[in-house]
């Protein structure tokens, strides 16, 4: 599963010319925030643990960064690929950090799309991220039959077209077939795996911008933020993503609803964000703890991700007016029908509350909704949960 990546944020910048004199570009400024952090925020939300920064000359900046901008949650490593070996030679220098699969991905652009639809593909060497341009010109053009690369021109005469977009789900294997000196990964080591029927590519609609142009970086200003806004998905967990069994806690008593999965892929591969919302009285009855709950939430996001999906955030209520004592009384506003879980996943998300929605199959949770004034809901009590998700939740424009 993916769980490690590697930002190439070694480049001196010199498109943006005084800009970069003093500071890299994946730390410039864009909407009131270091660049880098939107490229945090989108791995860790598709499950990245580990993330290693090959920094080339700009360690300092980087650590002097990161010693304000800590995730304790995020293991992050710097590595200094001086002198320089490209952006394929600069993995020679990151070799025993590597998992056996690790994400790629260039520092001074974005891509937003399901990380882990890319990487659920174990099969090749190398597979990577392609997005449909208007004019290849600045890119270069990229030629498929399938998923298989046929031709990979990273220079071309423009017009419309399939570009790489900096994003690449590779095999370690990769960096010891790598030769000695500088190595583009781009020029040299991709153009050799399609020759050989080894580089496999996927095409993906997300939003996407390069800040290594003054007017790009321009334009990032006000898209960036705006890119981060999006509806949410939220959904009760018993008798909505698994059978509700009655205080459901157990791995081996979990049963998946049939299509949950797929329902939840397709609104990550649209773009929405997905929460769970749930009352877990169980705990204030002491059936099971706090960290029962949260070992179960992390065996389904780990399955999901297997199969190319994820759950942004899991909220829950262990809170009970007729048990627990005090324990668990700041959690009062958070037990359905108050909107307390909702609201708080409104407080640390960028949501868009006009598109969103909420999936439960008790009045409590409509009554939620209603309360955190999230506009569509659905009451679902039998039938097709995958089909329930497809008819609330339209693709984005």
Not at 47 to 76: A, D, K
Not at 198 to 209: P, T, V
Request: charged share 25%; net charge negative; aromatic share 10%.
């Amino acid at each position: 599963m993916l769980r490690q990546a590697v930002i190439l944020a070694g480049g001196m910048g010199t498109r943006l010319g005084a800009l970069t004199a003093n500071t890299p570009k994946p730390l410039l400024k864009v909407g009131g925030q270091p660049f880098v952090e939107y490229l945090l925020k989108h791995l860790t939300r598709h499950g990245v643990e580990h993330i290693v920064l090959l920094v080339g000359p700009h360690e300092s900046h980087y650590r002097q960064h990161f010693h304000t901008h800590s995730n304790p949650n995020v293991q992050v490593d710097f590595v200094s690929d001086v002198p320089p070996a490209g952006t394929g030679g600069a993995l020679r220098y990151a070799r025993n950090l590597l998992d056996e699969r690790f994400l790629l991905l260039n520092g001074d652009s974005y891509f937003d799309f399901n990380l882990l639809d890319l990487t659920a593909n174990q099969e090749n060497t190398a597979h990577i991220a392609l997005r449909h341009v208007a004019d290849t010109a600045r890119y270069g053009h990229i030629s498929l039959e399938g998923e298989r690369v046929l031709k990979f021109d990273e220079k071309s005469k423009g017009g419309e077209g399939l570009i790489n977009a900096g994003v690449y789900w590779l095999h370690r294997s990769i960096v010891d077939e790598l030769k000695d000196g500088v190595v583009s990964i781009e020029s040299q080591v991709f153009p050799e795996l399609a020759g050989h029927g080894r580089l496999a590519a996927s095409a993906y609609d997300g939003a996407f911008i390069d800040i290594g142009v003054p007017e790009d970086l321009n334009r990032a200003q006000s898209l960036m933020p705006d890119w981060q806004r999006r509806p949410a998905a939220f959904l009760d967990r018993d008798g909505i993503i698994n059978h509700d069994t009655g205080y459901v806690w157990r791995r081996e008593e979990y049963q998946w609803m049939e299509g949950a999965d797929r329902g939840i892929k397709r609104l990550n591969d649209l773009g929405y964000y997905v929460f769970v919302v749930t009352n877990q009285a169980g705990v204030a009855r002491g059936l099971y703890r706090t960290s029962e709950v949260e070992a179960l939430h992390t065996y389904i996001n780990e399955t999901l991700r297997r199969k190319g999906a994820h759950i942004d955030a899991f909220y829950y209520c262990p809170y009970h007016p007729d048990f627990g004592g005090d324990e668990f009384q700041k959690y009062r506003n958070w037990r359905k029908p108050k909107p307390g879980m909702l609201l708080r996943a409104m407080e640390e998300w960028p949501i868009d509350l006009s598109r969103s929605f909420m999936i439960g199959d008790k009045e409590t949770d409509m009554q939620a909704a209603d309360a955190a004034g999230v506009p569509n809901k659905r009451l679902f009590i039998e039938g097709d949960i995958e089909a329930a998700m497809a008819e609330i939740a339209p693709p984005l424009n």
